[in-house]
């Protein structure tokens, strides 16, 4: 799971990653990434049990600067994707 935190100390917690997309059971909107929030992001990752050692080494682990808000989409009820608040921001 992951868990980023914004420059401004808040954090979104459990997220999980579908491609380059964060999944968050918390209700998002674009309004939330702020210029002032994205100034400065640290994303950290904390493995599942059943996690094999391969994948824990492609996360995107680390601390980024400027980073830009792509989109925020919430889906429920769709086949084939977890129901959720799906957003992707360019690192």
Same mark, same amino acid.
């Given at each position: 799971?992951? !868990?980023?935190? +914004? /420059?401004?100390? $808040?954090?979104? *917690?459990?997220?999980?990653?579908?491609?380059?997309?964060?999944? &968050?059971?918390?209700?998002?909107?674009?309004? +939330? +990434? !702020?210029?002032? *929030?994205? /100034?400065?992001?640290?994303? &950290?990752? %904390?493995? *599942?049990?059943?996690?094999?050692?391969?994948?824990?080494?492609? !996360?995107? $682990?680390?601390?980024?600067?400027?980073?830009?808000?792509?989109?925020? %989409?919430?889906?429920?009820?769709?086949r084939g994707l977890a129901d959720g608040y799906y957003f992707t921001l360019n690192v």
């Open positions: 799971m992951y !868990t980023i935190k +914004f /420059a401004d100390n $808040s954090e979104l *917690k459990n997220l999980e990653l579908n491609g380059n997309n964060f999944i &968050s059971q918390q209700e998002l909107t674009p309004e +939330f +990434f !702020t210029p002032e *929030k994205l /100034a400065n992001i640290e994303i &950290s990752y %904390t493995p *599942k049990e059943g996690d094999d050692e391969s994948m824990i080494m492609d !996360t995107m $682990s680390g601390n980024y600067e400027n980073v830009e808000f792509i989109h925020c %989409t919430h889906y429920q009820g769709v």
